[in-house]
């Protein structure tokens, strides 16, 4: 599992140290085309919330530690239990939760993420002192795994863009990755430009195709948002979401892009 508990309980311990300097000059969170969700440690208890306005949704009860939406269904987010691997959907309009089954993973899982162009969700899983990493594919609808094959390094967080292309963030490098979703291969595609830990989230925002991180801030405070370039791996900082220590992140869109001006082609 991605363990995440000390970091809800310690996030005071967890640093962002991105150059000042490097503050996206134009974009700010609140123009983000899809909705983005998640879930933070409220009070005693676990909340999912619309990460972009802040607003809560609903207790959940339960600690995720990722998650992914599939088929193009803004309504559930696919999550995975970090204590016991169990998968789960979560309800986007009231945030409660059904039980699909247990993966049988065992580990830290770090990044789950639906693939459009094979219809097949993929997760990682990386060994608790970071001495390797695995690519597993998962059945939504059984929790069924495969596994795919070894990754090198320690990866933290996964993405997969419309076209089709696997990213990953390698802890031990602080870099950006392409992950080959046939084999696991991995070619480093550059450094992010700060120090990377476990709270790292990555998603590509389905209609812009732009790729976003997230990692909790100096004092834990909040989370920093930002942008990641592709062909570099360098990441820019937009904003600080006045929201800290959230799990589960993933971008949600409605519709197919192919079909979201709203033809057909025919």
Known sequence: MKSR????????????????????????????????????????????????????????????????????DASREYAIEDATADLYTIDTSTAATTRIANTGLSGIVSGLRWDAGTDKTYATLHAPDCSGSTLYTIDLSSA????????????????????????????????????????????????????????????????????????????GGGTSFFSIDVTTGFAMLITTIPVPAITALAFATRLDPIFDDGFDGN
């Not at 140290?17 to 676990?46: C, F, K, T």
């Not at 997969?160 to 602080?174: E, F, H, N």
């Not at 812009?208 to 909790?216: A, T, V």
Request: charged fraction near 10%; aromatic fraction near 8%.
């Open 5 to 72: 508990f000390a970091l809800l309980c310690l996030v005071t311990l967890i640093a962002w140290a991105a150059p000042a300097a490097a503050v996206h000059p134009n974009r700010q969170h609140g123009g983000i085309d899809s909705p983005l969700y998640g879930e933070v440690l409220s009070g005693v208890d676990y909340a999912y919330i619309d990460v972009l306005t802040g607003e809560p949704i609903g207790a959940t009860h339960i600690l995720f530690s990722v998650g992914t939406f599939a088929h193009y």
């Open 144 to 219: 069924a795994t495969t596994t795919v094959g070894s990754v090198s390094g320690c990866i933290v967080a996964l993405a997969i863009a419309p076209s089709g292309l696997m990213y990953g963030v390698d802890s031990s490098s602080g870099a950006l990755v392409a992950i080959d979703k046939t084999n696991g291969s991995v070619e480093s595609i550059g450094a992010l430009g700060f120090s990377v830990d476990e709270s790292i989230e990555i998603d590509v925002e389905p209609i812009s195709g732009i790729l976003y991180g997230f990692q909790d801030t100096v004092g």
